[in-house]
């Protein structure tokens, strides 16, 4: 029974060996794998600080450094064609981007329904002149033929002389009233051409593309109905480019006309040089330009507008309206020579 008995007692005792052993390797399994996640989570803010520091610096750096636009962009004139007069619209198939060549025409108006009443009296006119004048010279050749009836009844002193100087004169009065009837009549049909050119002008007109420019947009479609002075289609020219900054009222005085700065995109892909052409103050305080693309009515207040002139051709397409309207920045040129901000620090 003792034995049996002991060894009922020693088996309880073997267990909770082996049940301690198990314990000690989960808890140094748990210590080692505790330690390698501190070290890791140490990694990870060491990191992070760094990081943060690194991006303070640059931020910090690029504050005090760099001169840039708040808010800046492509801007350009824009040129509105209108009709010349009422009528029916005949317009090619034009399209925002298109490219067109100086002299190309563009559209035609036509007013079928003009009447030409101005016309009637001067047509009238001259033909009432053109009577007169024949009546005219039919006197004056009837008198020319009397008066050398006279000259030679006169050379054989068979009539006086004062009858002579008579009948010289009436030639003579007769001749001048021919002359006047003929420029009477010259200005009435130079009168009646002008009046029919205005009559053609205000029944047919043709607007033509005043310059190599792109079409920006078009107002009005093939076969409608415009009225005299209405805008059919607007165009930009591509030559007249600039870049409208905004810049805080702090830093005017790095922004003198003649300033030479640094254009990129947003994403830094295209780079491109220009010269401050103007600094006006007032933004949001003063009536914006209406004949560009883009007006500044919608910017904040306590900014100074800057245009700058780009010395090249913007980097876009026509399709892509030579980039009005995409935003830049506009950054004076960091001094080559000038040391970074990190790197004072470090030798102070």
Known sequence: MNTKGNTISLEPMGLQQQASAAEISEALEALSTSRWRRWLFQTVRFTLAAGMSAGGCLFVQRTLTRVESEQAYLNTSVTSLRAPIAGQLQIAALSPGERIARGIDLFHVENQRFNNLETMPLLELVDRLRAELNDTELRLSKQEQIFQLYESLYKDNLTPKLRFMEEETFVSICRKAVEQKKEQ??????????????????????????????????????????????????????????????????????????????????????????RVESVRAGVGRLDPESFVALPSSDLTRRRIAVRVRSETQPPFSASQFFGVGRSVVVSLPKPKDEPSLMFRMSRE
């Open 185 to 274: 009549l010259r200005s009435a049909e130079e009168r009646v051409r002008q009046v029919e050119q205005l009559v053609t002008l205000q029944r047919h007109a043709t607007v033509t593309m005043p310059f190599d420019g792109v079409v920006w947009a078009v107002r009005a479609q093939n076969g409608c109905q415009v009225g005299s002075q209405e805008a059919v289609a607007q165009i930009v020219d591509p030559t007249n480019y600039w870049v409208e900054a905004f810049i805080n009222e702090r830093h005017v005085d790095k922004f003198a006309v003649g300033t030479l700065v640094n254009i990129r995109t947003v994403d830094g892909e295209e780079t491109w040089s220009g």
